[in-house]
T-cell receptor
Framework: DTAVSQTPKYLVTQMGNDKSIKCEQN?????MYWYKQDSKKFLKIMFS???????INETVPNRFSPKSPDKAHLNLHINSLELGDSAVYFC???????????FGEGSWLTVV | AQSVTQLGSHVSVSEGALVLLRCNYS??????LFWYVQYPNQGLQLLLK??????LVKGINGFEAEFKKSETSFHLTKPSAHMSDAAEYFC?????????FGAGTILRVKS
């Protein structure tokens, strides 16, 4: 069973659309994350939730809104998609902040 | 804030040769350090990590890394490269509630 699973894996959409990426972890972890990997492969954190509470919100446009309905799920909704949003988005989880972070397989978003 | 510098965006070695990927960190507190590997079109897989204790850390696939506080380094090594090691490798340091990643090093293995 996949520990951190995210869907969809590939997403191609037009500018201006709204899309969501879903993430679930079955590791029993209490902290979940969204990381963004840009075209140069640089990885940067976007959000982190601990027990459904937002604890990290980096300088991300308001068009990005995470939602954590429970400890095992952290979804990412993106409004009014722009070309620059094209990237790979990784969901991840850890048991307590600061411990090893386990990543999902990534969601490849292409905005055309 | 913590930061990581990976020296060399591309490293090329022959199959069977030593692999050395360099990572230097900056941290105001004792660091937790990690190496992750990313194969093409895949997610990040943890290779190894250093938290406390023994400074030589062994990971999966024959990789190991040594934490050297005096040099603020955490270089990744493997005695003998295999074709399947070709991937991108990321060093990361724990910064409170998140990981801060280096820019990555692409490892190419020549036959």
């Amino acid at each position: 069973d996949t520990a951190v699973s995210q869907t969809p894996k590939y997403l191609v959409t037009q500018m201006g659309n709204d899309k969501s990426i879903k993430c679930e972890q079955n590791l029993g972890h209490d902290t979940m994350y969204w990381y963004k990997q840009d075209s140069k492969k640089f990885l940067k954190i976007m959000f982190s939730y601990n027990n459904k509470e937002l604890i990290i919100n980096e300088t991300v446009p308001n068009r990005f809104s995470p939602k954590s309905p429970d400890k095992a799920h952290l979804n990412l909704h993106i409004n009014s998609l722009e070309l620059g949003d094209s990237a790979v988005y990784f969901c991840a989880s850890s048991q307590n902040s600061g411990n090893t972070i386990y990543f999902g397989e990534g969601s490849w978003l292409t905005v055309v | 804030a913590q930061s990581v510098t990976q020296l060399g965006s591309h490293v090329s070695v022959s199959e069977g040769a030593l692999v050395l990927l360099r990572c230097n960190y900056s941290s105001s507190v004792p660091p937790y350090l990690f190496w992750y590997v990313q194969y093409p079109n895949q997610g990040l897989q943890l290779l190894l990590k250093y938290t406390t204790g023994a400074t030589l850390v062994k990971g999966i696939n024959g990789f190991e890394a040594e934490f050297k506080k005096s040099e603020t380094s955490f270089h990744l090594t493997k005695p003998s490269a295999h074709m399947s090691d070709a991937a991108e490798y990321f060093c990361a340091v724990s910064d409170g509630n998140k990981l801060v990643f280096g820019a990555g090093t692409i490892l190419r293995v020549k036959s």
